[in-house]
């Protein structure tokens, strides 16, 4: 176990890791710290043939957004838990299950003020739509150790852009919450969350 909050502290706030490590032991999960993805920042999976419970967070974020993330998957955990697949992914059953495991940081006052108060918000509004994600997604940002070179969100369609890994593509049109992309190394088509880190190409 305090292997375990050793490893989480490195990318939570340190008084989150006992908790996280708690849950993780509890729900008996397989909970993995995973390297950066440009279409998601966490991931979920119900349990099926045999296998547990599986998160999975991205290993960049900075700790108020590590911790958020981890906090919205384990709501899903939870409300597999409780409902399986009978309710939408992020309807009521699924925001009053990430409002209960998000008091014990609030009563920890982990989170600074602004970060805070956009979760208030977002947790205190039963038609939230998505723009609140980006909101908060937006106020997280704000705690990277480095600003990106640009987001996806403040290209323009048609752009080409490329990723770490050096990967090109074009931007295209947005597509409910995320932007339709095409790579230019193999045709095949991605979808971006709008926050996502991109270098523009000098030449295409």
């Not at 495991?101 to 108060?117: Q, R, T």
């Not at 918000?121 to 939230?128: S, V």
């Not at 990277?144 to 752009?159: G, S």
């Amino acid at each position: 176990m305090v292997n375990k909050i050793e490893v989480l502290a490195q990318y939570l706030p340190e008084q989150a890791a006992p908790i996280i490590a708690k849950w993780i032991d509890y729900f008996q999960c397989e909970f993995k710290i995973s390297k950066n993805r440009a279409t998601k920042l966490g991931d979920y999976r119900h349990p099926f043939k045999g296998n547990g419970h599986k998160i999975s967070v991205n290993n960049d974020l900075n700790s108020y957004a590590f911790l958020v993330t981890t906090v919205h998957e384990f709501a899903h955990l939870l409300t597999w838990n409780d409902h399986k697949n009978k309710v939408k992914p992020h309807g009521a059953e699924w925001k009053n299950n990430f409002k209960r495991m998000m008091k014990p940081f609030f009563e920890l006052n982990i989170f600074p003020e602004d970060i805070h108060h956009t979760i208030t918000n977002y947790l205190n509004n039963p038609a939230a739509s998505s723009c609140t994600d980006l909101t908060l997604a937006r106020a997280l940002k704000k705690y990277d150790a480095y600003l990106a070179t640009n987001r996806i969100e403040e290209i323009p369609i048609n752009a080409v852009f490329t990723l770490k890994d050096g990967r090109k593509f074009k931007k295209g049109e947005r597509i409910r919450k995320r932007y339709r992309c095409l790579c230019l190394d193999n045709g095949n088509i991605y979808l971006f969350n709008p926050l996502a880190e991109v270098l523009l190409a000098t030449g295409t």
